[in-house]
């Protein structure tokens, strides 16, 4: 068993797909019409374009846009990807403009930040210590 898909719920897709392909540098997989305006619309990383998609899927139903807005009201993540390095990531990202919600911080076996995706969700980066 693998994990194949997870979602990062969004307020806009057009929006949402520029920010994670454009800032972030993911590249779009697959992008399908789904009824009138929404899209099945995924991203992967670029150095795993078969790996684990990325749903930037459309926050249309009440529950889900409570529960993403009740954990950014918290501070909490959605989703967490894992990079080479948090600082350089932290520094390159943020000469991009995006907003940190938690600058690079050493938690035990990991290194974290926090940033908004522009689209509803707080996203944290992580680094494995070596």
């Not at 899209?39 to 926050?59: A, F, I, K, N």
């Not at 943020?94 to 930040?113: C, I, K, Y």
Request: proline share 7%.
């Amino acid at each position: 068993m693998r994990i194949h898909l997870t979602s990062v719920f969004v307020d806009d897709q057009a929006e949402a797909l520029r920010f994670y392909t454009e800032v972030l540098g993911f590249v779009k997989k697959h992008d399908v019409p789904v009824g009138e305006k929404d899209r099945w619309l995924t991203v992967v990383s670029p150095e795993q374009p078969d790996g684990t998609e990325l749903l930037l899927e459309p926050v249309g139903h009440p529950a889900a846009k409570a529960y993403r807005d009740a954990l950014v009201t918290d501070g909490i993540p959605l989703a967490q990807f894992e990079v080479d390095d948090v600082a350089a990531e932290y520094a390159r990202l943020s000469d991009r403009g995006v907003r940190f919600t938690q600058e690079p911080l050493e938690m035990g076996p990991v290194t974290t930040a926090v940033l908004d995706d522009t689209c509803g969700n707080l996203i944290q980066l992580v680094t494995p210590s070596r």
